[in-house]
């Protein structure tokens, strides 16, 4: 196999994807792929997903150290009745994120699922505001989950939104291993 040179990014950006159809992972996922293959460093952390192992965590060691993936959040859903333990590990999870993010050793960083985590009263929008001003300028940096507050879209140089048109969850075939986890 070629060697893969590791120049970096000249200049990062900030990316989201959003939107209630299905894909926003997926991309941030392809988006890893492409940028491993370009011998860049890729951090994918994720969070409110506390479940799994996800395809992407079995994989992930075979492609370490240039891919780390680090998984957050309780197994299971967000407790919308008291999400008082899901806010204190999405505290700690975004303390963690930050410090990565901020250190420059990768040059893409994915928050997968932190908008979600926002919506859920788990983060805040001035946090995840916070995130875009400390990347480091060569990091491209990001975002992925539904409802993305306006002023992130503002703080954003790329928005993707995944329009929903039909999926097949609609006629009862549930989440498949190795295409939704």
Known sequence: MMEKPHKGLERGCVQIYTGNGKGKTTAALG???????????????????????????????????????????????VNTKDSTEDRRIAQEALLQAKQLLASGDYDLFVCDEINGAVGFGLIDVEQVLELIRIKPERVELVLTGRNVDERVVQAADLVTEMREIKHYYQSGVPARTGIEM
């Open 31 to 77: 988006l890893s792929l492409r940028a491993l293959g370009r011998g860049l460093k890729v951090c994918f952390f994720q969070f409110i997903k506390g479940g799994g192992p996800y395809g992407e965590q079995l994989i992930a060691e075979t492609l370490a150290p240039d891919f780390t993936i680090i998984q957050t959040g309780r197994p299971g859903w």
